[in-house]
């Protein structure tokens, strides 16, 4: 028993993101990216009718169901775009990245979106590489578009993939 409890490993359940969750949101993003986005804007993306997401929250906590990271995504015209993507850093690679990415791929598909695409840091090599193996190529690159909070600039890598 006591074997068990030091191999304990948190799961995980995907859900919809809802209004109630933007607080948190907007905090993991802050942590994450170096310009936070606020919860109001959260809460504004989620009211338009082509914006979705989804949360991975823990459910084998003790006290509380931490957030583990979000997708949010928007479809219009037959193309998805990934607007942003987060996983707490305490929770990163354990396949979080992956579901939720399955989970927005697998909504744009069921919204009829032939196509998705996403715009990331090209020097984040973690996330380019999760995108890689998820069949997105890279398709355009941005110089000098990422500011980081240390004043550097970094290109982005903007990415695609065929969702038919």
């Known amino acids: 028993m006591f074997d068990d409890y030091l ?3 948190p799961f995980f359940e995907v859900v919809p993101i809802e209004d ?15 310009r936070q986005w606020s919860e109001a ?15 991975a929250r823990q459910t084998n906590a003790f006290f509380s169901k931490p957030l583990g990271g979000f997708v949010l995504s928007r ?3 037959g193309e998805a775009e990934i607007l942003t993507v987060a996983v707490a850093e305490k929770f990163g690679r354990q396949g979080l990245g992956w579901r939720l990415m399955q989970a927005a791929v697998r909504e744009a598909i069921a919204r009829g979106a032939d196509g998705m695409f996403l715009e ?8 380019v590489g999760l995108y890689g193996k998820l069949g ?3 398709v355009a690159e941005r110089p000098a578009y990422y500011l980081g909070a240390d004043g550097r600039r970094t290109a982005a890598l ?3 993939r065929d969702l038919r």
């Not at 109630?20 to 170096?34: A, K, M, T, W």
């Not at 804007?41 to 949360?55: A, R, T």
């Not at 990331?120 to 996330?127: F, H, R, S, T, Y």
């Open 20 to 34: 109630v969750d933007c607080h948190e949101i907007s905090e993991l993003h802050g942590l994450r990216f170096p």
């Open 7 to 9: 191999t304990w490993k």
């Open 75 to 77: 479809e219009a015209g």
């Open 41 to 55: 804007e959260f809460q504004d993306l989620l009211s338009q009718k082509n914006v979705f997401g989804f949360i």
């Open 158 to 160: 903007v990415m695609s």
């Open 136 to 138: 997105f190529s890279k």
């Open 120 to 127: 990331v840091e090209a020097e984040n090599k973690p996330a």
